[in-house]
């Protein structure tokens, strides 16, 4: 297909030459034509005709001389135009084409050269050149010549050379058209060749040259095929991190039901653990079945006025007794009562995981703070806790699928979706959501949501 596109190309770009050589050829034609050259050089050459003889003939009596006159008609008849001899006024006395239709001459020059037009009794045009000479005028004539003749006469005056270089431009041209297609022809090939290597698993960045289009091709390609090789590696790793989180809690399932069956374990105990760890599963497929209609685009949100101050007040109640048995303190600062357009179960969600995650790293008897605040166009809420921090490797990747910085730290109850969930609500809402070290120990998670 690409060889079948540089061909079209090439031949368009033959095509255009031909077109654009044509069309200078007949321009020129068309020029020479109606241009005022022709008859100019016809009245060049009775211009210098008329000057000889006037210098042969400076009288009308010496011009009518039998003599003369014989030499006069000779050299007429060699120069290929017609001498007529009047009198001060324009009588005809001598016309060297007597046998041809009358002309009628000017009457008078008024002592200097003069040139125009005359017309014969049967219509037929006639250049002339008119000289003053003593007693009369001295008049050369010569039919005006049809310009196509005048053409086809003096082809090889003006035909010749624009063929030559009609031939010249053209090879030119092929040759610049030849590069032309290549140059646009070969970084499509390019893209085909590397498109069916991404598809076999093989990937190699585009080199981006050629025409402005063709680089711009190569750069999206490139960056597409960098996203695709980034979802893919995302996607193995997703199934591998499902995989690994899922295989825990159902071998444990299957070890104590099967002790149960054996009779090895104490039935409370095994029961216990098969229902912890069933519970585990059920907030792993939830979340993922979260995540999946997020990405989908399909989660519903029901979008209605929220004070976010009485909402992070539940947020705060419901915590509560978590951090009574931790001994820590959970504070709310409230700078502003913005009003965000949101739904309200999925900002309880938000703020739930950011208040679980900032409790699960605060110590015993420390203090975490919700701050609200308005800034502009957006309502800001923090969540503050007073934990390590987070490590400057970990920061990029926080947010991540599955990423969990500590595992020993964060235990095995977390599998790093609480915090991605966070996220992708937050763009649902139309929000960005960040996190940095404080100063001193601990981290800050902040939520911009648009006020309503």
């Known amino acids: 297909m690409l060889r079948s596109l540089r061909s079209r190309l090439l031949l368009s770009y033959v095509a255009v030459i031909a077109v654009v ?76 084409a007597s046998q041809a239709p009358p002309l009628l001459p000017p009457r008078k020059s008024e002592g200097k050269p003069f040139r125009g037009r005359l017309r014969d009794a049967e219509g037929q045009t006639w250049l002339y050149t008119a000289r003053r000479i003593s007693g009369g005028l001295l008049v050369i004539t010569t039919p005006m010549p049809s310009r196509w003749q005048w053409l086809l006469r003096h082809s090889g005056d003006w035909l010749l050379p624009m063929v030559e270089a009609g031939l010249l431009a053209f090879g030119l041209a092929l040759l610049l058209a030849w590069w032309l297609s ?59 991190n499902v995989s690994h989180e899922l295989k825990t809690p159902l071998t444990s399932i299957l ?7 054996d009779g ?22 939830m979340d993922l079945l ?43 600062e409230a700078a502003a009562t913005p009003t965000v357009w949101g739904d309200p179960d999925r900002l309880l969600q938000i703020f739930g995981n950011l208040l679980d995650n900032a409790l699960t790293h605060t110590p015993r008897q420390g203090e975490v703070v919700l701050r609200v605040r308005s800034e502009g166009p957006w309502a800001v809420v923090e969540v503050e806790d007073q934990g390590p921090g987070i490590p400057p490797e970990a920061l990029p990747h926080i947010f991540d699928r599955f990423y969990r910085g500590d ?35 601990g981290a800050i998670f902040v939520v911009k949501l648009p006020q309503r």
Do not use: C
Request: glycine fraction near 6%; aromatic fraction near 4%.
């Open 21 to 96: 050589v044509v069309t200078a050829a007949t321009s020129a034609a068309l020029f020479l034509l109606h241009s005022p050259l022709i008859e100019q050089r016809q009245f060049i050459r009775m211009d210098l005709v008329a000057r000889v003889m006037r210098r042969q003939v400076p009288a009308v009596q010496v011009a009518l001389s039998p003599l003369r006159w014989a030499e006069v008609t000779t050299s007429a008849s060699e120069l290929g135009v017609r001498v007529i001899v009047t009198d001060g006024h324009g009588q005809v006395l001598g016309d060297t």
């Open 182 to 240: 290549r140059w646009i022809a070969r970084p499509l090939r390019q893209v085909a060749a590397a498109a069916h290597d991404f598809a076999q698993g093989r990937y190699a960045p585009l080199p981006e040259e050629g025409p402005a289009e063709a680089r711009t091709l190569a750069r999206a390609f490139n960056q597409m095929a960098r996203q695709l090789e980034a979802s893919q590696k995302s996607q193995r790793a997703f199934i591998a």
């Open 255 to 261: 070890g104590f039901a099967q002790a149960l069956a």
């Open 264 to 285: 090895t374990a104490p039935p409370a105990q095994a029961a216990g653990i098969i229902r912890s760890e069933a519970e585990r599963m059920q907030r792993l497929v």
């Open 290 to 332: 979260d995540l999946a209609r997020l990405d989908a685009g399909t989660a519903h949100l029901q979008q209605v006025p929220v004070d976010l101050v009485p909402l992070l007040r539940a947020v705060l109640t419901r915590f509560q007794p978590r951090a009574a048995q931790r001994q820590q303190t959970l504070h709310l």
């Open 407 to 441: 595992r020993a730290r964060t235990g095995r109850e977390h599998v790093g979706l609480g915090l991605s969930i966070v996220r992708e609500l937050v763009r649902a809402h139309h929000g960005q959501v960040t996190a940095h070290n404080r100063r001193g120990q």
